[in-house]
């Protein structure tokens, strides 16, 4: 198993330009979040989804946009990038009605805005 | 409001033991969580406490205390590779149904020889 996967791992994009994060998981997980961690700042929820078809707003939406078309893929879009949106972007999924329900990471995407 | 606390930065030598606190103040709590986090890679799953006590898992160990909003991770016999930052999060209900994890900002450990 592959666990979580993310592509790209690094971009560079001027403010204005728009990108697809893509997440992807082979765990059959029903759950799939977005997070973006920046220095001196915990991990933040972006977007999160419950399931195949379904998303809903995390503590910082504004600027991204997501989808879950597939139960193993959950994208994260930014229409028009700001510098402000520059962090390293983290996808997590977890199973559900386990003792933990822990969330298992991918690698990260570090985007740049300028 | 949402708060969670740990030390910024520790320091510790191979072989040595230390001990990472970790405060929370959170509206509802369904769990606590430990992660690793190496330079520039994913956080990995460490530890989860839900219940009052000591959870051991080989050379880690966590304690929680959900009356004094409290909770540690303990390494025994550190190693160099035990260098990393180490994240707490609380497990809170969100949005009706479901939860979410709230983050500090995680402790750097630096394991010196």
């Known amino acids: 198993n592959a666990g979580v996967t993310q592509t790209p791992k690094f971009r560079v994009l001027k403010t204005g330009q728009s990108m697809t994060l893509l997440c992807a998981q082979d765990?059959?997980?029903?759950?799939m979040y977005w997070y973006r961690q920046d220095p001196g700042m915990g991990l933040r929820l972006i977007h999160y989804?419950?399931?195949?078809?379904?998303?809903a707003k995390g503590e910082v939406p504004d600027g991204y946009n997501v989808s879950r078309l597939k139960k193993q893929n959950f994208l994260l879009g930014l229409e028009s990038a700001a510098p402000s949106q520059t962090s390293v972007y983290f996808c997590?999924?977890?199973?559900?009605?386990?003792?933990?329900?822990?969330?298992?990471f991918g690698p990260g995407t570090r985007l740049t805005v300028l | 409001g949402q708060n969670i606390d740990q030390p910024t930065e520790m320091t510790a030598t191979e072989g040595a033991i230390v001990q990472i606190n970790c405060t929370y103040q959170t509206s509802g709590f369904n769990g606590l969580f430990w992660y690793q986090q190496h330079a520039g890679e994913a956080p990995t799953f460490l530890s989860y406490n839900v219940l009052d006590g000591l959870e051991e898992k080989g050379r880690f160990s966590s304690f929680l205390s959900r009356s004094k909003g409290y909770s540690y991770l303990l390494l025994k016999e550190l190693q160099m590779k035990d260098s990393a930052s180490y994240l707490c999060a609380v497990r809170v209900p969100y949005g009706g149904a479901t939860n979410k994890l709230i983050f500090g900002t995680g402790t750097l450990l630096a394991v010196q020889p």
């Open positions: 997590a999924s977890r199973d559900s009605g386990t003792y933990t329900d822990t969330q298992y």
């Open positions: 989804s419950v399931g195949e078809g379904t998303t």
């Open positions: 765990m059959n997980h029903e759950y």
